[in-house]
């Protein structure tokens, strides 16, 4: 048998009434008759021993006289609504007088029902089980309402209150946290303060058309945005908004922080266009920037040049000095190639293998073919040994170049293969050169560049 099985059911707390009268007789009368209804009692004859029991015994109502000897009722009401521990019990007067002042002024001091004398003691029960009715349900609301707050107040997630104009009523600690906001800071502020303009002014016009088409299913709104925190930091943030479906046009946005998720998003993606060798860019991220580049030329009508460029007798050098050698010689030249590729509209990308490429942006057919001699002389200056190299002492490489004014009857394609092809001919002629070729259809001569 569990523990569990010995311990005592919680029972609920029996009703509890106070009942305030100065003559014996009155009091015996109510009180009978409220413990005919199931109700537990407590009696006062006096104002300052009503005071002194309600605060005691916490009842769930008070049936309180209003002539009594010394402080009378209506004093007694004034202090119980006014002490903090006894201000939500509801009192209801009992009372001969039954001018309209006297019943104006109890209810102008909190009295929750005003019964006249004599009784009519169905009357006094009737009103009585009404109140405490009343009282449950708007303790059961406020509860609700508390484990509502407590939900909101501890949520991880952002939470705003949003009216159909973009003002904020309110936000959840969380939101001002991520923010950056002090408490209620927020509240009177315009959802235009926080993000973007075109972003904030979609919302808006989401907010109206909901608004004025209340038949509109309940549409859900979640989207990546980016929220200006007080600092004037960006901050990533899922972005999820649902009308209320209150009797006010009311919206509740949730805010939920992606900033890390972001952050090694990003970092995926980076890493994703880098070649993981020689820490240069890789032959996807090149693709990408030649068709990005190709279509701005087009645009433009500036020229685009492209270096293809491939080590000579690299095979050798592996198979003679060792794959991480091999490695390590890529690696230099890579830094050696990304030294002349500075621009934004340049590029120094590993294609594969010992093949390299580099792309110039609005660059003319004499400045690529001085480039290229400029980058062959770099390589074959960095002084690696390469001892199966029938053609230099040193790691050497062939360069082909290719230079368009793209226009829309050429091809990316092409252009690649004309580098590439340049690139084929220098290895057929020795090695450790530079061809260079104008190509497109606006071009018709070829020019030859060859080092050394
Ligand atoms: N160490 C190393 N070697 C590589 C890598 N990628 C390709 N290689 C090697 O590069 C060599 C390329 O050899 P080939 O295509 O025959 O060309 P080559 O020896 O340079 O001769 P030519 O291009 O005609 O001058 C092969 O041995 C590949 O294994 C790499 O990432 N690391």
Not at 44 to 53: K, T
Not at 174 to 189: D, F, T, V
Not at 212 to 217: E, G, I, W
């Amino acid at each position: 048998m569990s523990n569990l099985d010995h311990a005592p059911a919680a029972t609920p707390r029996q009703t509890a009434i106070l009942i305030v009268d100065d003559a014996p007789a009155q009091l015996g009368l109510i009180r009978s008759m409220m413990l005919q209804q199931g109700y537990h009692t407590f009696v006062a004859n006096s104002g300052e021993r009503a005071l002194v029991i309600a605060q005691r015994a916490q009842p769930d109502l008070i049936l309180l006289d209003i002539v009594l000897p010394g402080m009378d009722g209506m004093e007694v009401c004034r202090r119980l609504k006014a002490h903090p521990s006894t201000c939500n019990i509801p009192v209801i007067f009992m009372s001969a007088r039954t001018d309209t002042d006297d019943i104006v002024a109890a209810f102008d001091i909190g009295a929750s029902d005003y019964i006249p004398k004599p009784l009519r003691l169905a009357e006094v029960c009737a009103r009585v089980r009404a109140q405490l009715h009343f009282r449950h349900t708007s303790t059961s609301q406020q509860q609700q309402a508390d484990r509502l707050r407590l939900i909101v107040d501890s949520m991880d997630e952002g939470l705003m209150v949003l009216e159909p104009s973009g003002r904020i009523q309110y936000t959840n600690p969380a939101c001002n946290r991520y923010l950056g906001y002090a408490p209620n800071e927020l509240a009177g502020c315009s959802l235009d303060d926080l993000l973007a303009p075109s972003v904030a002014q979609e919302y808006l016009e989401l907010f109206s058309q909901s608004v004025l088409d209340a038949s509109a299913p309940n549409w859900r709104g979640a989207r990546e945005v980016l929220i200006r925190q007080r600092d004037g930091m960006l901050r990533a943030m899922d972005f999820t908004l649902t009308p209320m479906g209150s009797e006010q046009p009311l919206f509740v946005a949730l805010l939920h922080d992606i900033t890390h998720h972001k952050q090694s998003e990003n970092a995926l993606q980076r890493a994703a266009l880098i070649d993981p060798l020689t820490k240069i860019a890789n032959r996807r991220h090149f693709d990408t920037f030649l068709d990005k580049e190709w279509q701005r030329a087009l645009r433009s009508g500036e020229p685009l040049s492209l270096i293809v460029l491939d080590v000579d007798h690299f095979k050798g050098y592996n198979d003679s000095l060792g794959h991480a050698a091999g490695d390590a010689c890529l690696q230099q030249v890579a830094m050696a190639l990304q030294s002349h590729a500075l621009r934004a509209t340049d590029l120094a990308a590993r294609y594969g293998g010992e093949e390299f490429v580099l792309l110039f942006g609005e660059t003319g057919f004499e400045a690529a073919c001085l480039l290229a001699e400029t980058i062959r002389a770099h390589v074959e200056s960095l002084n690696i040994a390469n001892p199966r190299s029938a053609t230099s002492r040193w790691v050497t490489a062939s360069l082909g170049v290719a230079t368009i004014v793209p226009t829309q009857f050429d091809d990316i394609k092409e252009f690649f293969v004309c580098a590439d092809r340049a690139m084929y001919a220098v290895k057929e002629a020795g090695r450790n050169g530079v061809r260079a070729v104008q190509t497109g259809a606006t071009f018709d001569t070829i020019a030859d560049v060859l080092a050394s």
